[in-house]
């Protein structure tokens, strides 16, 4: 597995080096549209509309749109140069129930460095009595990030990045629910059913049924896999090309035997 991101993890005036490695593999199975006639893979181009014809790159700018139609042209900004800040700062200790699931973006297991077991398992285990969890920031891809380090399991560290506060948006954008009268045996049996409906939470137990699925479709149809049109006029030049080298490579030793004989 690959590591996308070595640094060090800090906390006080302890320095654990330590490596990042994504601990969720994309779920998604890749899927192209293409030309039913040829099977050629089909092609997205930038246009514009008004203009009616295709936008070169250089020719591509920003713009933030106002609420009036109009917009705002953004100058182009040259590209940052890469931070060398490596440290993924701790900068406080929560339960983890503080902290709502909903600001959870992105999982990595943390895994130590060179001679940095010790404090790494030391952390671990300070975290895990305490039922504590860290709050801490780094900057991954020039981009600065909150995020949560928590004990996983009996073994190791798991990092969330987190999305910042204000991208969840304010529930003040729904009507306020009417008030509802609940009578105390309605509570009763809504809290017996949660208490007969509780088990243990066994993450095997909930295969993505529907990418199974999909995968088990491709894999029986795989004996009427088509080569895209495209590809076969690509074959088709090589070996063409490959000809006239062979007719090229024989006329020329040809030549020479001619010429030697003469």
């Not at 105390?184 to 529907?210: C, D, I, W, Y």
Request: hydrophobic content about 40%; glycine content about 6%.
């Amino acid at each position: 597995m690959r590591s996308m991101y070595k640094g060090t993890l800090g906390f006080g005036l302890v320095a654990i080096p330590i490596q990042l490695y994504k601990a969720l593999s994309d779920e998604s199975v890749e899927i192209h549209l293409i030309h039913r006639t040829c099977g050629t893979r089909i092609k997205y181009q930038k246009t514009c509309p008004h203009c009616d014809l295709e936008v070169a790159r250089a020719d591509i700018g920003r713009a933030a749109p106002l609420p009036d139609g109009r917009m705002v042209v953004l100058p182009d900004v040259p590209p940052e140069p890469k931070s060398s800040d490596r440290t993924v700062s701790i900068l406080s200790f929560h339960a983890l129930s503080e902290i709502d699931p909903v600001y959870y973006y992105q999982a990595y297991w943390i895994r130590p460095g060179a001679g940095g077991l010790k404090a790494y398992v030391l952390l671990r285990d300070a975290m895990q009595s305490a039922g504590q969890v860290a709050l801490a920031d780094f900057t991954l891809r020039q981009r600065r990030r909150l995020a949560v380090i928590r004990p996983f399991g009996d073994w190791g560290l798991m990092l969330h990045s987190m999305h910042y506060p204000e991208a969840l948006r304010s529930e003040t954008a729904f009507e306020k629910d009417p008030a509802v009268p609940l009578t105390v045996k309605e509570r009763h049996l809504a809290q017996q059913l949660l208490a007969h409906m509780q088990e243990t939470f066994v993450p095997a137990s909930f295969p993505n049924q529907e990418r199974q699925a999909l995968l088990a479709q491709i894999e029986e149809l795989v004996p009427n896999a088509r080569t895209p049109a495209s590809n076969l006029e690509a074959s088709a030049e090589v070996q063409d090309l490959m000809a006239q080298l062979k007719a090229s490579m024989a006329k020329r030793t040809q030549g020479q035997t001619n010429g030697g004989t003469s």
